[in-house]
Structure formats: C-alpha cells, structure tokens
C-alpha cells in the first residue's frame, strides 16, 4: 500500500491538523457495489424532488439576479425588498443581462457543476480517478445529491459559497487561500458563514486577514464605480427585508 503525499498548499486540514491521506489501492468489488447503490438512490431522490420542484423552482434566482442587474443599469436598484445581494454582486452579472437569457442562465449552470465535480474528483483518491464505474457515480451522486441539485436548479451562489470555504479548509493558511471567500463576503454576505469566519480566525488567520482585507478592497472598488447611492439602498434593504 502506497500512501502518496499532498501536492505543496494542500496539506492543510480542519482545525490545523493534516488532512487524512487516501491510501492508494483499488476499490473492492463490494465498495464498487455499495457505490454504484448510493449513486442510483441519491440519482433517485433528486429526480423525484427535481420533478415536485422543477416547476416552481427553476431559475427562480437566477432570473431575479438578471432583474436586479438591469434595475442597476437603469438605476432603480433596491426596489426589490427582498434581493439580499450587494451592488457589487449585481455589477459582476450585468454582462450576463447581454446574452440570451436561456444561454446566461445554461452557462450558470453548467460552470457550478463543474464546480462540483472538480471538487467531487479533488476528494477522490488518485488511482480510483481512472475507474469508469467509481468516475460514473461519482457524477451522478455529486450532481444529484438534493441540496446540490436544489442550488443548480434556483441558480443560486451557494455553490460559489461551499466553493470558497473549500479552499480555506484545503489550502494551508496564507492570506491568498481567502480572496474567494472575501469575495463571496462583499457580493453575498450569507450569516450562515459567520461561525465559519470565527472558525477561521483561530485555525486560519493569515486566511481570515486575507478574506477582511479582499472584502474592503472589494467593496471599496465598488464604491469607487457604482457611487454610494446603490449601497444606500442594499443596506435600507439588509435593515428590513421584505421576503
């Protein structure tokens, strides 16, 4: 058995201590079964939720993303009460509002889930990444795992979120390992991250350094181009939501 050694800025691991290393051996015919079993149920489950939902559900965050970009170029951002995302979020997708709305909203899609995979294949030990059957329901499981499925179907960022925790986790603690996160911060500042931030300051600080000073940067670049009035109004809106 041959236990490989990280590639150099991966050593890192939850709470400082080193990440378990994959032991490189094939899987076991069972371990094939039981994976195959997992992929098909969860492959199962999602289409089931995907049809209750799809209806409902589809592009439902997408499209107000759209709607609050073009509300920036005519200047009425904030009138949706409910649009929880900071004018600098809107400015990155005002490109998107120049494409075919079909095509902005297939390309989000398409780039998250390979985001997923990537990351999915990033967990997966080097000798199984060759193995079609392991390969196979890796993509099925990881793509039609519910919560996942539910983020690519709204066309949510929680992907983009999971994204950049990841990076801090996976990366060894050094102010560039939390730009990504400090530009999630400044674009979609969810409170769900903030015992991770705390998480961060004891077991990554050079991270969480580097994720305050991109979140300044990048809301003080925003400033700079957008002008104070539509921070005006996302912080009225952060204030009193209107769901």
């Not at 050593?11 to 076991?28: D, I, L």
């Not at 004018?87 to 709305?101: E, K, N």
């Not at 990076?167 to 674009?187: N, P, Q, Y």
């Amino acid at each position: 058995v041959r236990v490989p050694v990280l590639p150099g800025g991966l050593q890192g691991g939850v709470g400082g201590y080193p990440r378990a290393m994959a032991v490189s051996r094939p899987m076991s015919p069972t371990g094939r079964l039981a994976l195959v079993a997992l992929a098909a149920w969860t492959a199962l489950l999602g289409a089931g939720v995907g049809i209750a939902i799809a209806p409902h559900a589809w592009a439902v965050d997408a499209g107000r993303d759209l709607d609050a970009a073009r509300a920036l170029v005519v200047g009425t951002f904030g009138a949706d009460r409910g649009y929880l995302y900071s004018p600098l979020a809107v400015a990155l997708t005002v490109p998107a509002t120049w494409l075919p709305v079909g095509f902005a909203i297939w390309g989000w899609l398409l780039i998250k889930a390979a985001i997923v995979l990537l990351g999915a294949r990033h967990e997966l030990p080097g000798p199984l990444r060759a193995d079609p059957v392991v390969v196979g329901s890796l993509v099925v499981a990881s793509l039609a795992f519910i919560p996942t499925f539910h983020d690519l179907l709204l066309g949510n960022v929680s992907v983009i979120v999971a994204l950049a925790v990841a990076v801090v986790v996976w990366r060894c603690d050094e102010a560039r390992s939390g730009i990504l996160l400090g530009l999630v911060l400044a674009t979609a500042p969810k409170p769900q991250l903030i015992p991770f931030v705390a998480w961060m300051v004891v077991f990554r600080p050079r991270a969480a350094i580097g994720a305050v000073l991109t979140v300044l940067a990048a809301t003080a670049l925003g400033l700079l181009l957008l002008g104070p009035d539509p921070y005006r109004a996302w912080i009225s809106i952060l204030r009193a939501p209107e769901y």
